[in-house]
């Protein structure tokens, strides 16, 4: 495939605060790539550096082999599809479509031609005279991407623009913007904080944290071959435990030796061991090569999300047998559900569910604290009076 964008060692701060730490990225022809993180991690901006509405502090922006890092948005063949849309309400349908168009004085009949392509294009033919006030969320978006794809622009830039829409009409507006991309030929780059929106769309997903990148891959790759702790936290969920590689192709964890189908690591060398919930199956305890107790059973319609403690460390474990809470069980992992990792600055930060967030964490360890202090204090007149 032809490379159409570059980004080269790309910096940029805000208040002296490094939002972008020397990134760089290859963007390709009539691709769907997707800039993946949590909030904060860089990837809007990435996004409106692209686009040109941010200037790097260093580093090139190189567009079709020409540096375009000092052009600005107007003179970009790049289009951009907001979260909240930015729609005239004063036009309808069509009206928003052609506003492009009828600045550039290009003429009326091919004005109503590519209009008209462009909303049978995003399924709202026979909108045309409809004010954008009344439409759905859903119908909204449609209007935008017209509007974005109607000069035909090279790269399309979209950011989070699915955010705003109810969970039936995201998953159905996913399909749709993938269709729409596939029959354009454009390249889309989409921003998103959903790991889900990522991988049932993209071509290729690019896991953002702290201004840096920390994967690039597939779908399948990111999710099957995570290259850290954080990258395997946050696509999908993770039991992550600390491990030693004790040759290749076996591995120590949880307090037994695994096979496992991974080389090419130091002999003892500690690592990160990655085991997905889906992948672990459930035996009688004394078939198990790890045995504990059912903390917690949530089902999920599909499936039962258990959580596990095996000596204080809490696994999560998806299955469609059923586990009451307090029964006694048996964990089997076959060697290849084993991914192993090197270590990282990540590593020790994920992978117990004793609860699903370290805001969790911290609220529980505020509260401890807060507890702690109350007895304190309310023991306090008491030992006074006995003093007395």
Known sequence: ???????????????????????????????????????????????????????????????????????????????????????????NVFENVAFSLRE????????????????SLVALKGFEKRSVTSLSGGQQQRVAIARALVNQPKVLLLDEPLAALDLKLRKDMQVELK???????????????????????????????EGRIQQIGTPVDIYNEPTNAFVADFIGESNILDGVMLEDRKVAFAGHVFDCVDAGFAKREPVDVVVRPE???????DKGQLQGVVTSV??????????????????????TDFCDVDEKIGLYIEPDAIHIMKKSEYSGMFGDYSTYSDEMEEIGEVEIGELAEYEEQEAAPAESETEK
């Open 298 to 319: 949530t089902f999920l319609g599909v499936h039962y999300e258990i959580i596990v403690d095996i000596k204080g460390f809490k696994w999560m474990i998806q299955t």
């Open 179 to 209: 269709n729409i991309q596939k029959a354009t030929g454009i390249t889309f780059v989409f921003v998103t904080h959903d790991q889900e929106e990522a991988l049932s769309m993209s071509d290729t997903v690019v896991v953002m944290s």
């Open 1 to 91: 495939m032809r490379k159409i964008i570059e980004l080269k060692n790309i910096t940029k701060s805000f208040d002296g605060e490094v939002v972008l730490d020397n990134i760089s990225l290859d963007i390709y022809d009539n691709e769907f790539i997707t800039l993946l993180g949590p909030s904060g991690c860089g990837k809007t901006t990435t996004l409106r550096i692209i686009g040109g509405f941010e200037t790097p502090d260093c580093g090139d922006v190189i567009f079709m082999g020409e540096d375009i890092k000092d052009v600005p948005p107007y003179k970009r063949n790049v289009n951009t599809v907001f979260q909240r849309y930015a729609l005239f309400p004063h036009l």
């Open 104 to 119: 550039k004085k290009v003429p009326k009949d091919e004005i109503k031609r590519k209009v008209t392509e462009m909303l």
């Open 279 to 285: 992948d672990v199956d459930i035996v009688p305890e």
